[in-house]
């Protein structure tokens, strides 16, 4: 069974600490996404990555940062966490931007990230 | 942009009353349409799809169908029961996304026995 594992699945930070939220997948895939979900708002696009080394901006990438040196791992980087980036937030792949498929999102099962 | 827009919940039925979601969306060309779940302490995880006008995608007793004339995919599941209690969300990808999927704020089914 094909899966996306988040390292953590609860965490609880300090404001000003930086905080790394993992993500592996087994797939082979060649996207990688990071996703905020806030209560009313959906999911928003924080980053996201079609290739190792490479990284695109999503709809609400302040505060934050991404690393892809290896293709099964996308890491997301919070440099100095605030209270408004307590959040859910969930990493999702893709198989590529071709084929049957290619635009089907698996995602893991999120982190729940609390800044106080 | 690319935008989808979908009723508010939280939606509350009895088991085996016919449940439908509305889901409306604004996009150029011909973007390809899904419905994700999320079950409660989960991630989202594929309901359905459809990647063109008229299509019907169907999964678990779920059907949606792509109305590119009213701009709409409307989830619809005709007897539910309490484990499709979860937290509906429409998707759609345009065809210049990457994959990028835009998504709508969600709705909430509540299913009580």
């Known amino acids: 069974d094909v899966k996306v594992t988040q390292s953590s699945r609860y965490l609880v930070k300090r404001t000003g600490e930086k905080v790394f939220l993992e993500c592996v997948q087994d797939?082979?895939?060649?996207?990688m996404f990071w996703y905020r979900q806030d209560p009313g708002l959906g999911l928003r696009l924080i980053y996201f990555?079609?290739?190792?080394?490479?990284?695109e901006k999503g709809d609400i990438p302040e505060g934050y940062s991404v690393s892809r040196e290896k293709k099964e791992r996308f890491s997301l980087i919070l440099e100095s966490a605030s209270t408004n980036q307590t959040s859910m937030y969930l990493c999702?792949?893709?198989?590529?931007?071709?084929?049957?498929?290619?635009?089907?999102?698996?995602f893991g099962a999120g982190s729940r990230l609390t800044v106080l | 942009g690319d935008s989808v827009t979908q009723m508010e919940g939280p939606v509350t039925l009895s088991e085996e009353a016919f449940l439908t979601i509305n889901c409306t969306y604004t996009a150029t060309g011909y973007p390809s349409l899904f419905w994700y779940v999320q079950y409660p302490g989960e991630g989202l995880q594929l309901l359905l799809k459809a990647t063109k006008a008229d299509d019907k995608g169907s999964n678990k007793g779920f059907e949606a169908t792509y109305r590119k004339e009213t701009t709409s995919f409307h989830l619809e599941k005709g007897s539910v029961q309490v484990s499709d209690s979860a937290v509906y969300f429409c998707a759609l990808d345009s065809t210049d996304s990457w994959g990028k999927l835009q998504f709508g704020a969600g709705t909430q089914v509540v299913v009580t026995p």
């Open positions: 797939m082979d895939h060649e996207n």
């Open positions: 999702a792949s893709s198989l590529g931007y071709t084929g049957a498929g290619a635009n089907v999102l698996t």
């Open positions: 990555s079609y290739d190792v080394k490479m990284k």
